[in-house]
C-alpha cells in the first residue's frame, strides 16, 4: 500500500534514531529490549534473520476493496459499496503493535533489511472496513515490508480513493427521478398521453473508503420505458399542451395497465484528497419507481337514429 508520505520531523527523528542506535549494533547490545509478553508470535523474526518479504500483498494494495474490485461496474448497475481493507504500519519492534504505532527503533528493524542501511522494517497489519468506514473485524498481522524512513510514517494508512471508488459509490447514491403524467393515472387508447420527469442538479456528500467526499450530480439524459415495449427521451414538461416542443408524449395502442419509468443519466464532479475536481460524464444513472397506468379504451354508443 502507498503509505502518506512522513513529515520532514519523523523523517529527522527516525534518522537520528538510526545514528544513535549504530554503537550499540557495533557493541551488539539491542537498544530497546522487549517487555514480557509484547512480541507478536505471528511477526517477529530474530535479528540474524536476513530474509525479508519486500513486496505489497496483492488484492490489498492501496486500501482497495476486498475481494480486488478493480473494474469498473457497466453504467446503470448499481453495485452495493464494497467493504475494504485498512493498513497500519509498525515499526518491527517487540514494544510496538497496531494499537499503539509508534516510531520506537530497536536491531531488528534498522539491522535486517538487505541492501540499504536507511531502510527500517515494518509489520503491517490489516483489518476489514465496512463501507462507511467502521471496523468489521480485529487488526491481523498480514506481511513484512522494508521502507525507507521518507516513504512511510507510522501509523494508519490513509487509503488511496480513486475515481473509480467514487463512481462505484455513487451509483448506489444516484438520485432517482419523480416522474408524473397528464392526465394523471389513467389515460385513453390513441390519446397522447403527456409524461414529466422531476430532477436536478444534486450534491451528495458520500463516504468513500472510509473519506467524505461531496459529490455532484448534474442530469445529463432522460430515457423513458412507457411499458408496452415503446421508449423515448427527454425530461417532458407538467401541463404541457399537445405538440408542445418540450412535451414527452406517447400514445397507447391498446387498453389494460402498464408500469413506467424514467431512467436520467449523471454526469458526476468531484474532487478526490489531494487533487483537483473531476468530472465523470455518462457512468451514474437512475431510475424512477414505477408509475403505474391504467389506459382505457373509448367506447362509442349509438342512441338515437334521426
Request: with cysteine; glycine share 10%.
Amino acid at each position: 500500500m502507498r503509505g502518506t508520505p512522513a513529515t520532514p520531523a519523523r523523517s529527522t527523528r527516525l534518522r537520528q534514531r538510526r545514528a544513535l542506535l549504530a554503537p550499540a549494533l557495533a557493541l551488539g547490545i539491542l537498544w530497546l529490549t522487549a517487555s514480557p509478553g509484547s512480541a507478536d508470535p505471528n511477526a517477529d523474526i530474530g535479528d540474524n534473520e536476513v530474509v525479508i518479504r519486500d513486496e505489497d500483498k496483492g488484492g490489498q494494495h492501496g486500501g482497495r476493496p476486498t475481494p480486488p474490485n478493480d473494474n469498473v461496474s457497466d453504467p446503470g448497475s448499481n453495485q452495493p459499496p464494497q467493504p475494504w481493507t485498512q493498513e497500519v504500519y509498525v515499526v518491527a519492534c517487540p514494544v510496538n503493535g497496531p494499537s499503539n504505532p509508534t516510531d520506537a527503533l530497536c536491531t531488528g528493524a534498522v539491522n535486517t533489511c538487505p541492501g540499504d542501511e536507511h531502510r527500517i522494517r515494518y509489520r503491517v497489519y490489516t483489518r476489514l472496513m465496512s463501507p462507511s468506514g467502521e471496523p468489521m473485524s480485529s487488526w491481523t498481522f498480514d506481511r513484512m515490508v522494508c521502507r525507507g524512513a521518507d516513504e512511510v510514517e507510522p501509523g494508519v494508512q490513509e487509503p488511496v480513493v480513486t475515481e473509480e471508488d467514487v463512481v462505484d459509490v455513487a451509483r448506489t447514491a444516484a438520485p432517482p427521478p419523480v416522474i408524473g403524467s397528464d392526465p394523471g393515472t389513467r389515460t385513453y387508447v390513441n390519446v397522447p398521453t403527456n409524461f414529466f420527469a422531476d430532477t436536478g442538479e444534486q450534491t451528495v456528500t458520500l463516504t468513500v473508503l472510509g473519506q467524505a467526499i461531496a459529490v455532484a450530480f448534474t442530469p445529463t439524459a432522460v430515457s423513458w420505458d412507457f411499458g408496452d415495449g415503446q421508449t423515448g427521451t427527454g425530461l417532458g414538461l407538467a401541463g404541457a399542451a399537445v405538440g408542445h416542443p418540450d412535451a414527452v408524449e406517447h400514445a397507447y395502442r391498446r387498453g389494460g395497465s402498464v408500469d413506467v419509468t424514467a431512467t436520467v443519466t449523471y454526469s458526476v464532479t468531484f474532487t478526490l484528497p489531494g487533487g483537483s475536481p473531476t468530472t465523470i460524464p455518462g457512468q451514474v444513472t437512475a431510475t424512477s419507481q414505477p408509475l403505474p397506468l391504467r389506459v382505457s379504451e373509448i367506447q362509442s354508443t349509438v342512441d338515437h337514429v334521426g
